[in-house]
């Protein structure tokens, strides 16, 4: 039987690439949007979903159930952007950011548990980023949003393993996608003592952004991942260099580790 694969987030980006790679592997794919009316030439069926608002989870698990009786596979992509001086971003926006890379993906977590459990199977890939292994100059509430759901993926894993359901994190570093449209970004005030150097940093974020890779290695992965018996609990796909970043922030000192973040972006 073909698996069916629910993706938050699937209307665009990373999402959307995921999806269509899945669709063009005969897999089931259902992409979600807050408005999925904004996309009718999407070519995976999209069906409406906010990962802040738990009435519309429920209604999109069992609009996919109904229709396939079933959900084989559940990948939490949703996710916002955010830039900023940590002293000067707004808390709503600090707020907003954990609700939608965390908080929202542990209640599509807790949403389709009964499911697989029923099922007694399932699978749950958290996308994550290189990012939340590491607190960036002026990212940092993205850092630790990130971070924070590849901490709580860990535990979710040892808390459901007797039911036969899967979960793992796939860490995307930086890929070419419309992602800086939709980021939260402070302003760059002027007199402020952050402003030459967020104002350099900002610009440097853009820049790595335009200049990524195509996103179809993220669906590679996930690909790799669904057709695994025994996923890992981590996965990181992006550059070299982003991936060895990870590496060396473990076996470097951490005054170390700092300066080579400081250098990179040039501060």
């Known amino acids: 039987m073909q698996k069916v694969v629910l993706i938050t987030g699937g209307s665009s980006g990373i999402g959307k690439s995921i999806g269509e790679f899945l669709l063009s592997k005969n897999y089931v794919v259902y992409g ?4 999925p009316d904004r996309y009718p ?6 069906v409406a979903l906010d ?22 596979v ?12 940590l002293e000067e ?13 965390c908080f929202g993906p542990m209640r599509v977590i807790n949403a389709v548990l009964p499911q697989m459990r029923l099922q007694k199977s399932g699978l749950i890939i958290n996308v994550t980023s290189i990012a939340g292994y590491m607190g960036l100059p002026y990212r940092g509430v993205y850092s630790a949003s ?51 150097a967020y104002g350099s940093v900002l610009n440097a974020v853009d820049e790595d952004v335009n200049k990524s890779s195509d996103p179809i290695a993220v669906a590679k992965k996930v690909l790799e991942v669904i057709e695994t018996k025994k996923p890992k609990i981590h996965y990181k796909v992006g550059a070299f260099m ?26």
Do not use: C, W
Request: charged share 20%; proline share 4%; glycine share 6%.
């Open 32 to 35: 979600t949007s807050r408005n």
């Open 41 to 46: 030439d999407a070519k995976i069926k999209l």
């Open 51 to 72: 990962v802040q608002d738990n009435t519309t989870i429920k209604l999109a698990i069992e609009t996919v159930i109904n229709a396939e009786g079933k959900i084989d």
């Open 74 to 85: 559940v990948i939490n992509n949703a996710g916002v952007g955010i830039t900023g001086p």
């Open 89 to 101: 971003i707004p808390e709503a926006q600090v707020l907003h950011n954990f609700e939608t890379n």
């Open 146 to 196: 990130k971070g924070a759901l590849e901490l709580i993926t860990e535990a979710y894993r040892m808390e459901i393993k007797d039911f036969n359901i899967k979960m793992t994190n796939i860490a995307p570093g930086d890929f070419a996608t419309n992602i800086a449209a939709g980021r939260y970004h402070a302003p760059v005030v002027k007199g402020s003592p952050y402003q030459k």
């Open 242 to 267: 982003q991936k060895f970043s990870i590496i060396l922030k473990f076996i470097l000192p951490d005054t170390t580790y700092e300066k080579l973040l400081l250098n990179h972006y040039k501060l």
